[in-house]
């Protein structure tokens, strides 16, 4: 992917999870390449040809189970219009704009992949609007994982001028028969989605190190569970790369001194065996995602290379729904081991400090509340983070007889992230104290930078009051904190 400060390059080849996120959350514009354009047009023409000597799904043929019904005759002439109509039924809220963006980028990569068949005024289209900032209204709800068909209608008819732009606009495009749903056929807006959420979860959990860090400085915790001869002798990489960052923020050498205690909680002891899992949970589901983003998934792929069209089963997410399900719930397992160590922090006989961190007269409550908000928050997690991937639907009179959800599984992606986020806060507010508490002469090690950027932050009063402006603080440093 060729970018500079304000440009990202659509090629359809080497779009990163990076970039989406700079063009949805950064407003980022973006350059069609020309060669990708190239490759466009050579679809077009290739499908274009081969439409006038056989039968090609969409363009002279209905949709799902209406694949049997031949289009011709003056009923070609507003098919693709009556697909996209037809197909725009999204209900409920409305996308947020971040995600809008996503899915629209993402759609333009793949249909500079070439395999789409739409003609290159659509891409010229959809790269000016993303440029602009010009963004449709789009539904948020009508998909189960098998193509965002009512999403990607809804853009295409505000392409096309038959709907309002929402933000900004631009002069309409014209669709013929043939770019209905070579648009549609397309699971960007899911997509987009999950790249956010990926990219999301991978900070949280960078923060997860540091956060972590503190309260094993504020537990006195022992290091012999992060030595590198313990994660040798069963090498899998995210808990290997958990326990390196482990001994690198807290300046551990490979002599690790032992802790106030022979054997540590798990919120401490098993810190790398659990983060680890989810590290690499997370990279393989970016690496599921690059491919998508740059696949030619349209069904059907039109091959200029082959001079022909293929029908297939690109529209079926399968490994991104899993991949999902397997990324939540190993990011719901770290929350667990933050909620413990949480409840480590609020505990005497484990920090020497007073109960829940009190400062002030007996009965005191200092952080009491953070357990009952950090659970509420898990709980929220825990739910979000059930498995999507274990029921399927039949539509279109039995056709299409399995989805993957993986629409479902990125929604929820996204509700995990959030809540990850308030897990994580709430532990961080609490570490800090108890730090403060302590009146913790720290090493200067990178675990000292992370306390001094949250202590700059955090309010430094110890007297029972609200904690709610607190965790704001500390939910909006982890992107800070994922960056020492």
């Keep these: 992917m060729s970018h500079g400060e304000a440009l990202i390059t659509i090629d359809g080849r080497t779009l990163t999870c990076a970039d989406v996120v700079r063009v949805a959350r950064d407003g980022l514009p973006v350059r069609l390449d020309p060669n990708a354009r190239e490759r466009a047009l050579r679809a077009w023409e290739e499908v274009e040809d081969i439409a006038t000597r056989r039968e090609v799904y969409g363009r002279t043929t209905g949709v799902g189970a209406n694949r049997q019904e031949k ?95 929402g933000a900004g606009g631009l002069p309409a495009v014209s669709l013929d028969t043939g770019d209905a749903l070579a648009f549609m056929s397309s699971n960007a807006a899911t997509l987009g989605e999950s790249v956010l959420a990926c990219v999301e979860l991978q900070v949280l959990l960078r923060a997860s190190h540091a956060v972590a860090a503190l309260s094993f400085l504020a537990l006195g915790g022992s290091a012999e569970a992060y030595a590198s001869v313990v994660h040798e002798a069963r090498p899998h990489p995210g808990q290997v790369h958990c326990a390196d960052e482990m001994r690198r923020l807290l300046g551990i050498d490979e002599a690790p001194l032992a802790g106030r205690r022979i054997q540590d909680p798990f919120g401490l002891r098993a810190f790398p065996q659990v983060q680890g899992p989810a590290l690499d949970s997370l990279a393989q589901l970016e690496r599921i995602l690059q491919v998508e983003v740059n696949a030619q998934a349209e069904n059907p792929l039109v091959s200029a290379e082959a001079h022909d069209v293929f029908h297939h089963a690109h529209f079926h997410t399968a490994y991104v729904a899993v991949a999902l399900d397997q990324a939540r719930a190993a990011v719901h397992h770290v929350a667990e081991l933050s909620t413990a160590r949480l409840g480590d922090l609020v505990e005497p006989t484990m920090t020497n400090l007073p109960p829940f961190l009190a400062s002030g007269p007996a009965g005191s409550s200092g952080v009491m509340i953070l357990e009952y908000v950090a659970h509420d928050a898990l709980a929220q997690l825990r739910h979000a983070a059930l498995p999507v991937t274990l029921g399927t639907a039949v539509v279109s009179r039995g056709l299409e007889d399995h989805a993957s959800f993986s629409t479902q599984a990125a929604r929820q992606a996204t509700a995990v992230a959030e809540a990850f986020r308030y897990v994580l806060a709430c532990e961080l507010v609490a570490a800090v104290r108890a730090l403060r508490l302590q009146a913790a002469e720290l090493d200067d090690v990178p675990a000292r930078a992370a306390f001094e950027r949250a202590a700059g932050d955090l309010d430094p009063t110890l007297e029972d009051r609200s904690l709610t402006e607190d965790v704001g603080r500390a939910f909006g440093l982890l992107p800070a904190l994922a960056e020492l």
């Design 71 to 165: 289009v011709g005759g003056e009923a070609v002439l507003g098919h693709g219009m009556r697909l996209l109509r037809s197909h725009a039924g999204g209900v409920g809220p409305l996308l947020p704009e971040d995600k809008v963006r996503a899915a629209m980028v993402v759609r333009l990569n793949q249909l500079a992949a070439g395999g789409s068949g739409a003609h290159p005024r659509v891409l010229d289209a959809l790269e000016q609007a993303i440029s602009l900032g010009a963004l449709p209204e789009v539904h948020r709800i009508g998909a189960i994982g098998t193509g965002d068909l009512t999403v990607l209608a809804e853009i295409a008819l505000t392409l096309a001028g038959d709907r309002a732009w």
